[in-house]
């Protein structure tokens, strides 16, 4: 079994910061990709920030400058920093990380966290 969890998400004003972070645990043997998605409420679940195994990122065009994504291999982890942030970034994040097991066989696919409430008031 694995599990994706998050955590970090709260309130914050207009212009402040937030600090996501997301850790897999579990029967893995290795992570290949990972990435932050976000969900605002009546809206589709849009990318947000990715980075690859080497730590190259690539960011939504809404986020550039702004966010910063990086990650621990060691520790399975994978961070969001959010910086100048503004109303319309409230939304649900969620994490996910492509991820292989080999219990009870060798698979690879992607394993999604439940998401952490990220609120940015005006």
């Known amino acids: 079994q694995v599990q994706v969890l998050e955590s970090g998400g709260g309130l914050v004003q207009a212009g402040g910061s937030l600090s996501l972070s997301c850790v897999a645990s579990?029967?893995?043997?290795?992570?290949?990709?990972m990435a932050w998605y976000r969900q605002a409420l009546g809206k589709r679940r849009e990318l947000v920030a990715s980075i690859t195994v080497d730590g190259t990122p690539t960011y939504a065009d809404s986020v550039k400058g702004r966010f910063t994504i990086s990650r621990d291999n060691e520790q399975n982890s994978v961070f969001l920093q959010m910086n100048s942030m503004k109303p319309e970034d409230t939304s649900l994040y969620y994490c996910?990380?492509?991820?292989?097991?080999?219990?009870?066989?060798?698979?690879?696919?992607?394993?999604w966290g439940q998401g952490t409430q990220v609120t940015v008031s005006s």
């Open positions: 996910t990380m492509l991820i292989t097991i080999t219990q009870p066989t060798r698979i690879q696919r992607n394993y």
């Open positions: 579990g029967s893995i043997v290795s992570i290949n990709g």
